[in-house]
Structures are given as C-alpha cells and as structure tokens.
C-alpha cells in the first residue's frame, strides 16, 4: 500500500527555516517524480518543488534561491529545505508521487498524496 507521510511543519520567524520530510512507503521514491505543493487558505494548491526520478530539480520562482529539494533512497524520504522564510510562505504544505519522468508541477499529474503538514510563518 502506497503512503506518504509528511513532517517537519511548525511555526517560525520569518527569516527562519525549517525541513520538511516526506516517509514513502510502499515504492520506492528513486523510480518515481516527487514533488511539494502547498495551499494556503483560499488558494488554489501550487507546486513548489520538483524532483523527477533523474535528479532534474525545478523550483517555483517565488521560492527558488530560498528552498531546496532533496531526497535520501536509502531512506525513501523526500525533503523540503526552507531558508529564509517569509509571511507568504504560510500553508499547508503536501508531498506528491508520480510513477513516471515528470518536470511540470500540474497537481492533476500526480498519483499519490500525504496528509500534509503546517507552515506557519511570523513576523
């Protein structure tokens, strides 16, 4: 049974930073696009960062510099590195599996989802 579970959420200072990880299970993250989304109240869910199952990484403009994705397949864990965090960072944040060699962040793309895991930043 494929499951994703989310943590590392909190709250911060904004300028603070904070990893999130991802636990697979069930497949095996290294055959798969991993990717973060996050959705904030009244927003529509948006990606944030990608890694497909090549190691090509790609960010959304409003956190690349700032964020880093990463994953350990000895771990089967995915990771979201936040630096320098900021107010509009603030939402839920989510992990996603695509069974194939995926580059775009489109939500509909991807198979599996966690629970997620809250990012509250503060000034």
């Known amino acids: 049974q494929v499951q994703l579970e989310e943590s590392g959420g909190g709250s911060v200072q904004t300028g603070g930073s904070l990893r999130l990880s991802c636990a697979a299970s069930?497949?095996?993250?290294?055959?798969?696009?991993m990717a973060w989304f996050r959705q904030a109240p009244g927003k529509q869910r948006e990606g944030v960062a990608i890694i497909d199952r090549n190691g090509g990484t790609r960010y959304a403009a409003s956190v690349k510099g700032r964020f880093t994705i990463s994953q350990d397949n000895a771990k089967n864990t995915l990771y979201l590195q936040m630096n320098s965090l900021k107010s509009e960072d603030t939402a839920m944040y989510y992990c996603?599996?695509?069974?194939?060699?995926?580059?775009?962040?489109?939500?509909?793309?991807?198979?599996?989802w966690g629970r997620g895991t809250q990012v509250t930043v503060s000034s």
């Open positions: 069930g497949f095996t993250v290294s055959s798969y696009s």
């Open positions: 996603a599996a695509y069974a194939g060699l995926l580059s775009v962040m489109l939500p509909d793309w991807f198979t599996y």
